[in-house]
């Protein structure tokens, strides 16, 4: 199949192997696919640990950062709620590169922290399970470290602009093409990401190709 790319890499030499179980860093560009791969491995038998959705729990009003949020970013980022609005926080830090690296300072460690607990938990319990972190900054953060494998899915930026505005239209918070295009590159460059990767996806076939890869993946993975 001309879009099946799942080549073994050597691993770099700070790689940190969880010893009990499988775990698996699933990353990619933002509306990469990386969600559906996750969704896949998940009927395929797999734990998903979602970082986005620990990210997006840290949001709210008493999440143990939300002070930090507020001193940096101030009291304009929240809803009436007393959650922060991830709106008003995206325009902030998709604008100014220097917000974005505070936000990440932030929110980083207790993200890792959480998920890597989390990993080591379900990996500990069953020796023969398959642990998959889903996180969109997995190499920028360093959590690739902590990892058994890497996993990047990959897809040409027309269709991940696409992606993104169809989904941001579901989600009620709709992005034009320069937004979405401005949320891309704010991103590591998936070139950059490939070179961390043990297993490349390439999603820019019809969904039985990706289907398929990822199949194959999993047959490695438990092989």
């Known amino acids: 199949m001309a879009n099946k790319k799942l080549s073994i890499r050597i691993r770099p030499?700070?790689?940190?192997?969880?010893?009990?179980?499988?775990?698996?860093?699933?990353?990619?560009?933002?509306?990469?696919?990386?969600?559906?791969?996750?969704?896949?491995?998940?009927?395929?038998?797999?734990?998903?640990?979602d970082l986005d959705q620990i990210g997006h729990q840290l949001l709210r009003v008493d999440s143990p950062v939300i002070n930090r949020l507020i001193e940096t970013f101030g009291v304009d980022i929240l809803e009436e709620s007393g959650d922060v609005s991830r709106t008003k926080l995206g325009e902030i830090v998709f604008a100014n590169p220097t917000d974005r690296q505070q936000l990440d300072e932030i929110m980083h460690p207790r993200i890792h922290q959480i998920s890597r607990q989390s990993a080591r938990n379900l990996a500990r319990a069953d020796p023969d399970s398959v642990v998959v972190i889903d996180s969109p900054l997995l190499i920028e953060s360093g959590g690739y470290r902590s990892v058994d494998y890497i996993v990047v899915v990959v897809s040409n930026q027309s269709q991940q602009v696409d992606r993104l505005i169809q989904r941001s239209k579901s989600q009620r918070r709709p992005l034009n093409q320069l937004q979405a295009k401005a949320r891309i590159e704010a991103q590591m460059p998936v070139s950059e990401k490939i070179a961390?990767?043990?297993?490349?996806?390439?999603?820019?076939?019809?969904?039985?190709?990706?289907?398929?890869?990822?199949?194959?993946?999993w047959v490695v993975l438990k092989g």
């Open 196 to 217: 961390y990767a043990d297993y490349a996806i390439h999603n820019d076939g019809t969904l039985s190709d990706l289907k398929d890869q990822v199949h194959q993946l």
């Open 13 to 49: 030499a700070d790689r940190q192997p969880i010893v009990s179980g499988l775990v698996v860093g699933l990353t990619g560009g933002i509306a990469s696919g990386k969600s559906t791969v996750a969704q896949m491995l998940k009927t395929k038998g797999a734990h998903i640990i």
